[in-house]
């Protein structure tokens, strides 16, 4: 069969280093009988070992011309059922069965990674775990605690949904074509329970993006629009600091505030 091309319009990175494709199996550590997904399995290079271990594999792949090349690799490892399509219109409540949650995985295209993410925010309660290779900048955000440089709207609204736990970098020479930039995986398991109560997701994430759009400005700037300086204090919060200083409970105290239960 031919080789297949990387293509750019599709963000293709395969990777190809085994040591680093054994770490991530260990880390992911899947099980037979278990309900794992893999988005964007390229020529199967976490494919097929995913299939030795599990017996049973779904997959969505967009680009239609690399289907039959990852039949042919993988295919005769267990069941792989392929979905191809996009995966930010893909419904996932077509996977589930009954008594278990969906573990995803994925190498995902840097550019829509953080659409993805949130995409898949609809599913969280289906969900067990997932993890994920992403540029490392990305992971940085992800799991960023206040005060720090990567810190950002991306951090707080990750950190609502999900616990984050950054695993390890990933070089740019594992994969083929090499990437521009490094890599690294991470996991995202759903909270059970929100880590803190929030009455209108969506207004709050709208606040959150607000506070970010001009780092450089205080909350009391920034916010003028929306909060009072009795709300400030109501909140026990200093108007004079900035968004990347406030943790996920300091704005949602702010939030819940500003914008109480049941109101809209």
């Not at 930010?88 to 953080?114: H, V």
């Not at 994920?132 to 799991?143: A, C, D, I, T």
């Not at 960023?144 to 990750?158: K, Q």
């Not at 890599?183 to 209108?200: F, G, M, N, Y």
Request: charged share 25%; hydrophobic share 35%.
């Amino acid at each position: 069969m031919k080789q297949h091309v990387a293509r750019k319009r599709f963000g293709q990175n395969f990777l190809t280093d085994p040591n680093i494709i054994e770490r991530i199996i260990q880390s992911i550590n899947p099980k037979e009988d278990e309900r794992l997904v893999e988005i964007g399995p390229g020529l199967g290079a976490l494919t097929c070992p995913l299939l030795s271990h599990t017996g049973k594999l779904d997959v969505i792949e967009l680009d239609r011309d690399i289907i039959p090349k990852l039949r042919v690799n993988c295919g005769t490892r267990g069941e792989l059922n392929i979905h191809q399509g996009d995966v930010l219109q893909f419904d996932f409540n077509e996977l589930l069965e009954a008594g278990k949650k969906l573990r995803l995985i994925g190498n995902l295209p840097y550019n829509i990674s953080t659409p993805i993410i949130f995409h898949l925010v609809n599913y969280a309660q289906q969900i067990h775990d997932m993890h994920f290779m992403l540029q490392k900048e990305v992971v940085q955000r992800l799991g960023a605690s206040p005060g720090s440089e990567h810190y950002s709207r991306l951090s707080v609204m990750t950190q609502y949904y999900f616990k984050v736990s950054p695993l390890f970098l990933v070089p740019p020479e594992a994969f083929s074509p090499r990437p521009k930039v490094d890599s690294a995986i991470v996991r995202l398991r759903p909270h059970k329970t929100p880590p803190v109560e929030i009455s209108d997701v969506e207004a709050f994430r709208k606040m959150i993006n607000l506070a970010f759009s001009q780092r450089r400005k205080t909350l009391r700037n920034v916010l003028k629009g929306i909060c009072t300086p009795e709300q400030f204090e109501a909140a026990e919060l200093d108007p004079g600091r900035r968004a990347e200083q406030l943790s996920l409970q300091e704005f949602s105290r702010l939030f819940n505030i500003i914008q109480p239960t049941g109101s809209r």
